[in-house]
């Protein structure tokens, strides 16, 4: 039998195309889902704060700023206020400082960059993850070490179920039975 | 035990009574005809507009994808210095009060108000407030409100608002004082024309104005007020200190052309006392309700008795029941002297009865239950009525001597007497004249409200300078000189004194959002040595000052002024006890009975006051406009509501008979005024008499309420009545498209017509049945304890099965297909009973506030487009003459066997482990199966994004996005959304527990409906629970679901409905 340039396309160039296609996709896939969801972003903040210092070196308690993570839905970003109850004698000539204190004087908030986001439709509970043990540094990492804040775990809809799946296995340093995450629907988006 | 003959026959509509074809046909279709019309592409031309924009619009997506910062995610804006009390993502509660003078509790998050309901200490509203007030939140945040403050000289006096040059509040304050001094130097009048006043501080205020400016004078007016009440009351009494009705101390109501549950006073806490006693497990002291009306009014469908009367001949009629009580039964608790009794021997009720063709059996029942409770019979008569009605009403009520047991001891103070219309018809004459050197409309829109006849429009163009404060563009701002946009409720200080004893405060919980100043704070300015040392807090200062002078005294306690002052604000309310002015005796031989005004001839027109417009000042309200009207239905418009005999005679029709929607218009000609409208055909309605509400047919009622419905107060005559007689009728040979919602999302399926009745959607009794029920059960319980002994099982079993017997049921064998699941926690459910739901749609527009839930305008109703997640149904049964009205607030049912569910292709819908029927947005493709399948019809899809598409995004500007909640995801096009039971309430419940370190209870949650309801018809909570009241209503014997016998199990439980009726009187369900 004759061998056309029909069959040679078939057997070899298709086969080939497609798997070149194939590859190029799965590389791009998996090497570029971090970047996709947001792991490792770490963009310059408008004052240079260094959680490494604060809470690491310092070892203030995360809650001192972050106020209301046992109490709400959000942790929350502290208020230029809650920075000045220690900087309005603490470090006052360093030039992030002064930043820190025109902002607090002219009575502007700081326009903090967001790093960590879950899209709207998911309603998020910090109160309800922290009050039951659940540490700060399994979604947001060790920031202790953070000089710049950056992005560790990924935030989507699977990084959450994996947890509220096998809470054990993602979270090996918590003792004692651990209950699992709620799956149903209602419980996140609304 | 089949005897359906006996039973009722419900029906949806007229047409659909008639077995209409057409009206058939568009009930089989889920979604209506034209539905997807506007989306055939193909259709199109090559080179449309729409294909163009699609084309650059998803290259501009294309481009902006590749270009942009994805990974940017914004940022978070914290305050810079954070009010202490503010926890972010909690809300923040504030009492305060509406203008109404009713208590309220706003709900705040991050500063910005976004709920409003009643507040819960308040003691005239306790905890509730209508529709009107629930949907306030809009009026805040209308983007159409006036801006800034407006000088125009004479070229722009006719410019669009956008193109209104700003001006200072402090130019304007200069010019304006200028003028007021000028005309008060000169003798020339300032008059202010304001609402009634219900505000001490305000009424103090104003009367301060008038010794600063002597040449001021206040006119007030009210266009629904109690005017002939008010006068016939100090006719009788010889004071105007009108006496609260207790509304649940009457165990007989008689209710004349009286709305009480609709539109007539504070329907909240009518409804809230009325129904209380309606209470199922008191069957014996279920208060009894007659109306005598000739307009088919909210009261009248819900009465146990209604006959139809037409209003000319209201005064006769209670005579003739005077002279039946008094004078045949000889029961009077008061002598009437002989010249009384020479007048009232004049009516007979019988032969009124056989003359108008009243229902002979009715009137007897009312007559004979009038004689077996006269001391706790209330008559009531509407405010409509002529004052000569009001007077023999005081008689009748003091003949029956039920007065000292249906009156309260509260009266309703009346700071201020309103002003008649021939006070404004002098007024008009003075602008006219030119004796007018500076009006001001003080909130208010006389040109609009004032009958036409007094010429108020014509005489504002002699008038030097107008001054109107308003929130947005109306009628009478309209040539104004001056335009200075007001406060909102919201944004305001104030107090009100409604009855003696009870005085509530009004405290801003938002910054204003504009420009605007409070109107009482402008006119404390003007009043001010020096206008530029203007604050926002001077009127809450002058408030501070008189209330302690007058009011901390009354207080008698031993704190500071200071904390009394706070305690006042943080309640809302302070009460006081008053020594109780004893009600002063009525003194029959000076009233002076006269006769009947009114005499009948060619048609009767009755102008009615809206259910949700007020006086037609929330026109620019969406959310208003789209609830529908509680009796016909109808939807942004109001029209003519006739019988449908009359409708016949005109030759005139609405709806299927002709087109889908279409309604044939009449000219209406009353006074020698003709007003073309469209028409409704209405069960009920008294023949030749047409009611029209008023309120509608705005000419500058901002950019919504603009053109909305046809305007009934140039009907009006001079002397502001509401009834007119001798009217005539044209039909106009136009047609009109009119949307009534009445056959949309229907349950009924062409080849079922008895539907409703077969499938057990209403399920009524009469309390006299219900109370023999209840014997004869008592009876089996008995002789089923002594049958089965312990077995308690088949106890159970037989004692159900004598209920459903007893009960007049048929039992019925049905298996699910779907193994029973388990709910080991919490499980979700409600109950609504019947018995209290009066139709006031208080749920349906807290709902629309709570979810987020879009306006879809006029257009999108007519395809049955609109997006309430509760509505209304009504039910008529009866013959199209004597309707009898059943309602039935329909939302999701939560089915544990959820037809949507199993569905839905992509698992949008799914279902939780406490029995919720979630739905999931991010994940709906908008296949619309789950609504098909839906068999109660209560999922709504998004056509469009309807913000967007409504009015070219009137609700997408600026300050609309503070108005969502922030808990509530706001969909966008191509999604279905439904009830979710508030499960965002839930999850704070649950989060509120978890901190606590509980789990959540039933009782923890509260929807927004539930909590809305003025008369606690709705509960919600744990049925696995067996001490909740939801699981004990549950099993309750009246208690059944909505086509239960389709097994899916739904988790809404109805009350039947019992009417105090004789038991021959139909509706037994047996």
Known sequence: MKKTVLDYALKVKLPFTVFIILTSFAITYFVAKPERDGVGYAPEQPVKFSHRLHAGDMAIDCQYCHTSVEKSRHATIPSADVCMNCHAVAKTDSPEIVKLTQYYKEGKPIPWKRIHRVPEYAYFNHASHVVNGIDCANCHGDVREMDIISQVHSFTMGSCLDCHREPQKRMPQMTGKLNNGPENCNACHR | ?1070
């Not at chain 2, 009755?606 to 006086?615: A, Q, R």
């Not at chain 2, 418009?637 to 029709?653: E, G, Q, R, Y």
Request: aromatic share 10%; charged share 25%.
């Open chain 2, 1 to 1070: 035990m089949d005897n359906n003959a006996t039973k009722p026959r419900f029906w949806k509509s007229l047409n659909l009574l008639a077995n209409k074809p057409e009206s058939i046909e568009s009930t089989r279709h889920e979604f209506r005809k034209g539905v997807t019309d506007d989306f055939d592409l193909n259709a199109l031309p090559d080179k449309s507009r729409r294909k163009f924009l699609a084309v650059l619009g998803a290259s501009a997506a294309f481009a902006a994808t590749a270009c942009t910062d994805y990974p940017d995610k914004g940022e978070i804006i914290s305050y810079n210095k954070k009010p202490s009390g503010v926890i972010y993502g909690h809300a923040n509660y504030y009492a305060s009060s509406l203008n109404s003078g009713l208590g309220i509790l706003i709900k705040t998050r991050e500063g910005r108000p976004i709920k409003v309901d009643g507040n819960p200490q308040h003691p005239i509203n306790q905890g509730k407030v209508d529709a009107i007030a629930q949907a306030a939140m809009l009026d805040l945040y209308d983007p159409g409100r006036v801006r800034y403050p407006v000088k125009k000289s004479d070229s722009n006096l006719l410019l669009h608002k956008d193109d209104m040059p700003k001006t200072d509040w402090e130019r304007i304050d200069k010019d304006i004082t200028e003028k007021l001094k000028a005309a008060s130097q000169s003798g020339k009048e300032i008059a202010i024309v304001a609402h009634s006043v219900k505000s001490p501080s305000q009424e103090k205020l104003f009367n301060e104005f008038v010794l600063k400016y002597p040449t001021a004078k206040f006119y007030t007016y009210e266009v629904f007020g109690n005017q002939n009440k008010l006068n016939a009351w100090e006719k009788c009494y010889g004071n105007k200190n009108l006496s609260v009705i207790a509304w649940d101390k009457a165990d007989v109501i008689i209710a004349l052309e009286c709305d009480f549950l609709g539109t007539e006073g504070i329907t909240v806490e009518q409804i809230k006392k009325y129904t209380s006693r309606r209470d199922f497990d008191n069957a014996k002291s279920f208060n009894k309700l007659y109306t005598v009306e000739a307009n088919y009014s909210l009261t009248g469908a819900n009465s146990d008795y209604r006959l139809k009367l037409s209003p000319e001949y209201q005064y006769d009629f209670i005579m003739a029941l005077i002279n039946e009580i008094a004078v045949k039964k000889a029961q009077s608790a008061v002598n009437l002297d002989d010249s009384a009794m020479t007048k009232i021997r004049q009516y007979n009720l019988s032969d009124f009865a056989s003359k108008f063709g009243l229902h002979a059996d009715k009137l007897a029942t009312m007559v004979d239950d009038i004689l077996h409770h006269p001391t706790k019979t209330l008559v009531v008569c509407g405010n409509s009525l002529p004052e000569e009605c009001h007077i023999a009403v005081n008689l009748l009520n003091e003949v029956l001597g039920s007065v000292s047991n249906v009156y309260s001891d509260k009266y309703e103070v009346l700071h201020r007497p309103t002003n008649t219309m021939a006070d404004f018809a002098q007024l008009s004459a003075k602008m006219k004249s030119g004796n007018v050197g500076v009006l001001i409309h003080f909130d208010s829109n006389p040109a609009y409200h004032l009958p036409h006849e007094i010429g108020y429009t014509d005489a504002l163009k002699n008038v030097e300078t107008i001054v109107s404060m308003i929130h947005i563009e109306n009628e009478s701002s309209e040539g104004s000189h001056f335009i200075l946009p007001v406060n909102h409720e919201f944004e305001s200080w104030g107090d009100f004194m409604l009855r003696n004893g009870v005085l509530s405060t009004q405290q801003p919980v938002i910054a204003p959002i504009f420009d605007s100043r409070q109107k009482e704070a402008v006119l404390l300015n003007w009043m001010s040595e020096d206008y530029t040392k203007y604050n926002h807090d001077i009127y809450h200062q002058f408030m501070k000052a008189h209330w302690q002078e007058k009011v901390f005294p009354a207080a008698n306690t031993f704190s500071s002024f200071d904390e009394f002052w706070y305690s006042c604000l943080h309640d809302g309310i302070f009460t006081w006890d008053e020594l109780s002015i004893p009600r002063a005796i009525i003194n029959v031989a000076s009233i002076s009975l006269t006769q009947n005004t009114l005499s009948k001839s060619g048609f009767t027109v009755i102008l009615t006051k809206p259910h949700y417009l007020g006086d037609g000042q929330y026109a620019n309200n969406g959310w208003l406009q789209e609830v529908p009207h509680p009796i016909t239905k109808v939807v942004w418009d109001n029209c003519a509501m006739m019988s449908p005999a009359t409708a016949k005679k005109l030759d005139v029709a609405y709806g299927l008979d002709k087109l889908d929607k279409i309604s044939d218009m009449i000219d209406l000609t009353v006074n020698g005024k003709t007003l073309r409208l469209p028409i409704m055909p209405q069960p009920g309605i008294v023949d030749d008499v047409i009611a029209v509400d008023l309120g509608y047919g705005r000419t500058r009622g901002g950019e919504v309420g603009t053109g909305v419905g046809f305007d009934a107060y140039t009907l009006m005559n001079k002397s502001g009545n509401k009834i007119y007689t001798g009217a005539s009728v044209a039909k106009a040979g136009e047609s009109y498209e009119l949307i009534s919602s009445q056959e949309h999302h229907s349950l009924d399926e062409e080849f079922v017509k008895d539907f409703h009745y077969k499938r057990h959607i209403i399920q009524e009794y009469t309390v006299p049945f219900y109370v023999e029920f209840e014997n004869k059960l008592e009876e089996a319980k008995s002789r089923l304890k002594n049958e089965f002994g312990d077995d308690r099982e088949a106890y159970e079993k037989a004692l159900k099965t004598e209920k459903t017997h007893l009960l007049g049921h048929h039992e019925y064998q049905s298996h699910s297909v779907y193994p029973d699941k388990e709910y080991p926690g919490v499980k979700w459910a409600m109950a609504i009973d019947m018995n209290k739901c009066t139709a006031c749609n208080a749920c349906v527009t807290a709902c629309n506030v709570e979810n987020n839930i879009p306006i879809v305008g006029k257009e999108e109703c007519g395809k049955g487009r609109e997006m309430h997640w509760m509505r209304i149904d009504t039910y008529f049964s009866g013959t199209p003459e004597e309707p009898i009205t059943s309602v039935q607030p329909m939302l999701c049912q939560h089915c544990d066997n959820a037809p949507c569910e199993n569905v839905c292709p992509v698992v949008a819908t799914t279902h939780s482990p406490e029995g919720l029927n979630q739905m999931t947005y991010n994940r709906c493709v908008g296949t619309r199966y789950c609504a098909n399948n839906c068999p109660y019809k209560v999922r709504r899809y998004n056509f469009f994004d309807f913000r967007n598409d409504f009015k070219d995004g009137y609700y997408r500007m600026d300050t609309l996005e503070l108005l969502n909640n922030p808990e509530v995801t706001v969909r966008s096009r191509g999604v279905m959304e439904k009830c979710t039971f508030c499960t965002q309430r839930i999850e704070e419940a649950r989060s509120a527990a978890n901190i606590k370190g509980k789990k959540i209870q039933g009782s923890d949650v509260v929807t927004a409906c539930q909590e809305a309801c003025p008369s606690d018809a709705i509960m919600f909570g744990d049925m696995n629970d067996p001490n909740s009241k939801v699981s004990k209503l549950r099993n309750h014997s009246l208690g059944y679901h909505v086509l239960e016998t389709i097994m899916v199990k739904p988790n809404v439980t109805y009350i039947s409905r019992l009417r105090n009726t004789n038991m021959e009187d139909t509706h037994s369900g047996h």
